[in-house]
């Protein structure tokens, strides 16, 4: 095993998660051919999340230390998250004078006058 510390390029479809995503940088040259997506999606009112895993085949190359190795059929998985929350607590750093944030309005922990 060993740990890929670059920033990569990755290339997919998202019309079609089960078509086959490129990951390429300076060290890392692979085809992710996917076999199965596991979809996930909750909207709710302050939360909403959206992903897919999808599960397939590495193929290609990648540098380690200073030697290339070839991957062929190596099983694994890659994944897109989308996470969206809002944080409805008073946040002290926002309350600059002369500004709309410098006197909150009632709610959770401001209590209206």
């Known amino acids: 095993m060993h740990r890929i510390g670059e920033e990569l390029d990755w290339h997919y479809d998202t019309a079609d ?64 998250m989308r996470n969206r929350w809002w944080d409805t607590s008073p946040r002290k750093e926002l309350q600059r004078p002369g500004t709309a944030w410098s006197k909150p309005g009632p709610g959770p922990g401001n209590p209206a006058p």
């Not at 300076?26 to 897919?52: C, I």
């Not at 380690?64 to 994944?79: F, T």
């Open 17 to 80: 998660w089960l078509a086959p995503w490129r990951i390429s940088g300076q060290n890392v040259e692979l085809e992710f051919t996917p076999f199965g997506d596991r979809t996930s999606r909750t909207e709710l009112l302050l939360v909403a999340s959206r992903g897919h895993q999808c599960l397939g085949h590495f193929t290609g190359s990648v540098l380690v230390e200073e030697r290339r190795v070839r991957i062929d059929g190596l099983l694994g998985w890659a994944e897109q």
